[in-house]
């Protein structure tokens, strides 16, 4: 993985769920960006057989190359890479690329990319449309022979597969589906909901927050019962949040929109259980862990139309979506939920039953994974014998 297990991003939180899951029936080698004396203290140093550190952001294919040596060397199997993006771990390079080196070492290769959010996601957006146009061939090609190395690629949606399968047409069978969730299948629901809506996740640049507290003060009159609390720890977000801050100081909210920061789990949860409409106004977003786990618990959302969000969230039945970036779409989509009792009740039910009809729970998410791996393992077991 490209980052360290302690952080608490979307890959990680999956990367950690496999590693508890998975121990039990695998003897499970880890590559992270974690300083050796710092994952000796995490609660994964106990799960897993080694642990290589490493820091998969600098270019160069020495690197990749220690990291295959030290995968044969364990004695490595199946290897599985879990990618940020499209284009994350530098997989648009022909140089770099850790995965193809590491194939070439004959070890079986597979990976999980946890946001196929743009095909031009090489560079960052503020560049100019027709430099991304031109150094499109160049790093798609780059893309392409990372995809060839692979046995298989995972998406986190049904969104994503799609997105992958059209983008990397050449290729398009190497790609599967497995919906990751941290639900047991037995958590609680709740109807008895207070006049709330609950944005729950990390402030930053592709998480749309500012759009949704916009939204929010301009039908805020007409509706002086209810409240808004954007929760969630700051990551690069700081132009976000003081964004936020100035959209409540002038409109005058700052009894009615809450910032309470981070959260611990349990407070997650019981915001989750009373909240009366649960916004995810994100303008990217591979799947949405917070929102699924909302929608499980009989919360319905208020969503932007991206990614693996419109799997979960049926416009006009387990919520209401808006388009990304436009506050006066999510005011006029949040009007509609915060007018309706009657309607939160029906769509927060329906959002249970969709998300137990997508088996979107650990025990499934961790038997894909080993429909993933054993057809590989059983390749390797017989050649080495």
Known sequence: MEYPVGQWGGVEVLVKELIAGLSGS?????????????????PQARQVAA???????????????????????????????HLGGTYAMRTRSWADSPIPIVAASGIPCVATNHGAFSLFDFCA???PFVFRLAMLPLFWAGRLRTIAALREEVTVSDNDCANMRRWFAPYAGKFRRIYHSQLSGAEEMSEAREKTILCLGTVGPRKGQPFLVEAFSRIAGRF???????????????????????????RELCDRV???GAVSNE?????????????????????????????FRGCPAVASRVGG??????????????????????????EKAMTSEAL?????????ARIAALGMNRATMLERHQELYEPLLRRSFCKEN
Request: with cysteine; glycine share 8%; charged share 25%.
């Open 26 to 42: 695998f003897d499970i080698l880890l590559a992270s960006d974690d300083e050796p004396g710092v994952f000796a203290g995490s």
């Open 267 to 295: 407070e997650a949860k019981s915001l989750m259980m009373t909240c009366g409409i649960f916004a995810m106004p994100s303008l990217a977003e591979g799947l949405g862990l917070s929102l699924q786990e909302a929608l």
């Open 309 to 334: 969000i419109r799997d979960m969230v049926i416009d006009g039945e387990t919520g209401w979506l808006a388009e990304p970036g436009s506050p006066d779409e999510l005011a006029a989509v949040l």
């Open 125 to 127: 957006p503020s560049r």
């Open 258 to 260: 809450l910032l309470p």
């Open 344 to 352: 939160r009740r029906q769509y927060g039910r329906a959002a249970r």
């Open 224 to 250: 002086p019962d209810w409240t808004l609390i954007i929760a969630g720890r700051q990551d690069s977000g700081v132009e976000e949040m003081e964004t936020i801050r100035r959209i409540v100081s002038t």
């Open 51 to 81: 642990h290589f550190s490493w820091n998969p952001r600098v270019p160069h294919p020495e690197q990749a190359r220690k990291l295959a040596a030290w995968l044969r060397s364990e004695g490595a199997s199946v290897v599985h890479f």
